[in-house]
């Protein structure tokens, strides 16, 4: 399953990409989610960011590695792959693309495929949830990369 969702942003994409980082990572975690940080190398190829998902005995592990990062004039881009994911996803790749615009602007593109241990029909029935988590990022990244900052 795919999920694309952008959002355009009043910084530069460079110094939108530079500031992907731990804090950024901490905002935009969804907040009716218990997630605790357990790891946040960056986002250059070979990082990794590992989260846990809820608490106690319901706890899941979710780690990623970059698998990719580069940039040109037109934009720096990302990419994070799961290396163990929590039972409800077979497979995650979320490419962050950071697009150069004009006037000091800039696109991020939120852009996963996803999959689920039970197939297409479980894939859609997560659609809604998994799409309003990335949604949610939208405001967050407003708010963070304002023309003010």
Same mark, same amino acid.
């Given at each position: 399953?795919?999920?694309?969702? +952008?959002?355009?942003?009043?910084?530069?994409? +460079?110094?939108?990409?530079?500031?992907?980082?731990?804090?950024?990572?901490?905002?935009?975690?969804?907040?009716?989610?218990?997630?605790?940080?357990?790891?946040?190398?960056?986002?250059?190829?070979?990082?990794?960011?590992?989260?846990?998902?809820? +608490?106690?005995?319901?706890?899941?592990?979710?780690?990623?590695?970059i698998v990719?990062?580069?940039?040109?004039?037109?934009? $720096?881009?990302?990419? %994070?792959?799961?290396?163990?994911?929590? /039972?409800?996803?077979?497979?995650?790749?979320?490419?962050?693309?950071i697009l150069?615009?004009?006037?000091?602007?800039?696109?991020?593109? %939120? %852009?996963?495929?996803?999959?689920?241990?039970?197939?297409?029909?479980? %894939? /859609?029935?997560?659609?809604?949830?998994?799409?309003?988590?990335?949604?949610?990022?939208?405001? $967050?990244?407003?708010?963070?990369?304002?023309?003010?900052?």
């Amino acid at each position: 399953m795919k999920i694309v969702i +952008k959002t355009t942003v009043e910084q530069h994409y +460079k110094t939108v990409f530079s500031r992907f980082n731990r804090d950024l990572f901490l905002a935009l975690k969804p907040p009716f989610l218990p997630l605790t940080l357990r790891q946040f190398d960056g986002s250059m190829k070979g990082d990794e960011v590992k989260i846990t998902l809820g +608490k106690g005995f319901l706890s899941q592990d979710w780690d990623a590695l970059i698998v990719e990062q580069a940039e040109d004039e037109d934009e $720096v881009y990302f990419i %994070d792959k799961g290396v163990k994911l929590p /039972f409800f996803l077979k497979s995650w790749t979320h490419r962050h693309r950071i697009l150069n615009l004009e006037n000091g602007q800039s696109e991020i593109i %939120d %852009d996963i495929e996803y999959s689920t241990p039970l197939g297409k029909g479980m %894939d /859609f029935v997560m659609y809604p949830v998994m799409y309003l988590q990335f949604w949610m990022r939208k405001p $967050v990244y407003k708010k963070y990369f304002s023309a003010k900052e």
